[in-house]
């Protein structure tokens, strides 16, 4: 069951954001550019939950900014084809389907065109996750390693000629964060484009668990796709850098640019 409101603060079992009134009388100029549905478990890690409720706050109000609709759903069962048609971009908060429909519902929107952005946790995947296609659709990448605790790391630049990365200074310091590994490195895989990655001047990262060193992209695309993984996601300060949240609007701008 859907439930329509107005505000942007609202974190619930599903919540559609309707920014702009869909009445023929307010005119089409007040229509919504675009759709977007975000998925996000509210059981899970804690600082992935910390991370979620944050995150649906960010993009309320990046909605009322942007001019487009913003559904949140913490029910995977929702990823079907029927409901995914409707939307123009859909977002990973903080977890991955775990069912076959529900696997093979976003595998044919993405196959149709759809857009996907995944924030952290929405990427892992390890041995036992047994989904062949979305590590392809990663370009390759499994899960290794992370740094422990969350720290801050200087991000570098690699492509700022890109709409997601414009206006981005060459490198930043991105607020405290769990930073992940791969293997294989997904720059390996031809069709991968990565757009910012970890600057080795932060090595070694961490205290607890360290990464001494290696490549380490945080931002990039599958070009087969229209899709964008981003690292960033772990615990309540991800949206404290007005720099990193250029980037997050950026990459939905970049997305989903077409009307509904």
């Known amino acids: 069951m859907m439930r329509r409101i107005f505000s942007a603060t609202v974190f619930g079992p599903l919540v559609l954001l309707c920014l702009m009134a869909a009445a023929p009388a307010m005119g089409r100029a ?29 993009l309320g109000s990046l909605a009322a900014k942007d001019h487009f609709a913003l559904q949140t759903s913490t029910n995977l069962g929702d990823m ?8 123009q971009l859909v977002l990973w908060l903080n977890e991955i389907p775990t069912t076959a429909p529900e696997r093979e519902a976003f595998a044919r929107y993405m196959d149709a065109g759809g857009a996907w952005l995944g924030f952290h ?20 990448a499994v899960f290794a390693s992370n740094n422990w605790p969350p720290l801050p790391a200087t991000l570098r630049v690699e492509d700022p000629a890109s709409p997601v990365t414009r206006s981005l200074p060459p490198t930043f310091v991105s607020p405290a964060n769990e930073w992940y590994i791969w293997k294989p490195d997904p720059r390996q895989n031809k069709n991968v484009k990565v757009l910012l ?31 964008l993984y981003i690292n960033m996601g772990h615990g309540d300060q991800i949206f404290t850098s007005p720099i990193q949240n250029r980037l997050f609007e950026n990459a939905i701008l970049w997305l989903a640019p077409r009307q509904p």
């Open 30 to 58: 007040q229509q919504p550019r675009f759709r977007v549905l975000a998925f996000y478990s509210a059981h899970t890690e804690p600082d992935h939950v910390e991370f979620a409720k944050e995150a649906v706050r960010f």
């Open 80 to 87: 079907t084809p029927s409901t995914l048609k409707q939307y």
């Open 121 to 140: 946790s929405a990427g892992y995947n390890d041995e036992s996750t047994q989904w062949p296609w979305f590590v392809d659709f990663l370009g390759g």
């Open 197 to 227: 990655s970890l600057d080795a001047s932060n090595y070694p990262l961490g205290w607890k668990d360290t990464l001494t060193g290696g490549d380490l992209p945080v931002v990039w695309t599958n070009t087969r796709y229209r899709m």
